[in-house]
């Protein structure tokens, strides 16, 4: 080789190859595949049709609740995507549902701290570009504190303002639901039926119950999973275009992977909830909170979390916004550094929001039990 030949292939090796990993780390963050249809489960919850099926009913059932007023769908309800279009949660001592719940009067229980996430998926949590995920390791609510869906239906039964309300301390609560269902013969043949190997009502099998039932909601078949899965008609030209533009705008650096979430804490800095009374500074006090999942958006408004934008527009707007590294929250100034890789431009937004449509999907069940074996209102005190 000569000399010049050589030195052109030094430069060459330079340009091209001092960049592959960067290149290489950016081309995979583009690529995505379909979510899967098959759930990975933990290896000792394994879904059964009467598991889900008491999973569901308990899910409905406010007898889970210290004052029986409030259930996990009060929050999560299939009318609003298994979300609920209200910025703060309303729990303990609360009445009506979506944006139409407030408080009882002469009210002592705070508000829930943050949005409502959608149970949509939520068996993917964790879930990486190539698909990859552990049931017993998935990621939960807005500051990961939870790592499985079992360990996830737990918390609001404890928390005050969720369900627990102020009759019953955290550590009698548990108890005290467990003894409720034990005096309820439908559901000891129910437990019986979804825990043939050990049919005892307690808290655990309260929980793999509940993770079953939401395990099961789940929504893989959208227009974009059919789109990357090789129907290139499911998608119109600007859905297209949308897709090409989110990843121009670098979107796709934490909303990745088949379920559009790096699952990891970043600091936004999203103005603060009023009504909360104070500031939320997220995870480890960083103000980070993880990024949410871009599927059925259409459902699960308002957005961030503390539901402070109520349109996609606002978020992309908000996004445009902080691309300059300036923080909206008084309280932050130090934004997570993804952020200056922001290109957001506002003639994009329209087409990237026509394809946030293509990740919508209606395939899941929506159906509301008639009643529950405890014959407490449907859903908690939502009429």
């Known amino acids: 080789m000569?000399?010049?030949?050589?030195?052109?292939?030094?430069?060459?090796?330079?340009?091209?190859?001092?960049n592959t990993p960067q290149e290489k780390k950016q081309e995979e963050l583009s690529e995505y595949i379909p979510l899967p249809a098959k759930v990975i489960e933990p290896s000792n919850n394994p879904s059964t049709p009467d598991k889900i099926?008491?999973?569901?009913?308990?899910?409905?059932?406010?007898?889970?609740?210290?004052?029986?007023?409030?259930?996990?769908?009060?929050c999560h309800h299939p009318d609003y995507g298994y979300a609920e279009n209200l910025d703060l949660s309303i729990g303990v001592n609360g009445f009506g549902i979506g944006s139409s719940r407030r408080f009882k009067s002469n009210n002592q229980i705070p508000i829930v701290k943050r949005n409502a996430h959608t149970v949509l998926n939520s068996a993917y949590n964790g879930m990486d570009v190539k698909g990859n995920y552990h049931p017993d390791k998935a990621p939960m609510f807005w500051d990961n504190r939870a790592h499985s869906l079992e360990e996830q239906a737990l918390k609001p039964i404890l928390s005050l303002e969720e369900m627990r309300g102020d009759q019953i301390s955290e550590n009698h609560i548990l108890d005290t639901i467990v003894n409720r269902l034990h005096k309820i013969k439908a559901y000891q043949n129910l437990f019986a039926l979804a825990f043939p190997e050990n049919s005892k009502i307690d808290s655990t099998n309260i929980l793999k119950a509940i993770a079953s039932f939401?395990?099961?909601?789940?929504?893989?078949?959208?227009?974009?999973?059919?789109?990357?899965?090789g129907d290139k008609k499911a998608l119109s030209e600007v859905e297209k275009q949308g897709f090409e533009l989110f990843k121009k705008a670098k979107c796709n650096l934490c909303h990745s992977g088949p379920m559009f979430s790096d699952f990891k804490i970043h600091a936004l800095g999203v103005?603060?909830?009023?009504?909360?009374?104070?500031?939320?500074?997220?995870?480890?006090?960083?103000?980070?909170?993880?990024?949410?999942?871009?599927?059925?958006?259409?459902?699960?408004?308002?957005?961030?979390?503390n539901g402070k934008l109520t349109t996609l527009k606002k978020v992309l707007e908000f996004y445009e916004d902080i691309s300059n590294g300036k923080s909206q929250n008084?309280?932050?100034?130090?934004?997570?550094?993804?952020?200056?890789?922001?290109?957001?431009?506002?003639?994009?937004?329209?087409?990237?929001?026509?394809?946030?449509?293509?990740?919508?999907?209606?395939?899941?069940d929506k159906t509301i039990p008639q009643e529950v074996p405890s014959k407490l209102p449907v859903g908690g005190n939502i009429h």
């Open 214 to 229: 939401e395990r099961s909601l789940t929504t893989p078949n959208s227009r974009f999973d059919k789109f990357i899965a």
């Open 330 to 364: 008084p309280n932050i100034t130090q934004l997570d550094p993804l952020v200056n890789k922001i290109e957001l431009k506002g003639k994009d937004m329209s087409p990237i929001i026509s394809f946030f449509n293509s990740l919508n999907s209606e395939d899941y």
């Open 53 to 74: 099926k008491l999973g569901k009913l308990l899910f409905y059932d406010p007898i889970l609740s210290g004052n029986k007023d409030v259930a996990c769908a009060t």
């Open 271 to 305: 103005i603060d909830n009023e009504k909360l009374g104070f500031s939320d500074d997220g995870f480890d006090k960083t103000y980070g909170f993880r990024t949410p999942t871009l599927r059925n958006l259409r459902h699960t408004a308002p957005y961030m979390h």
């Open 2 to 18: 000569t000399f010049t030949k050589l030195y052109y292939f030094i430069i060459l090796f330079v340009l091209v190859g001092c």
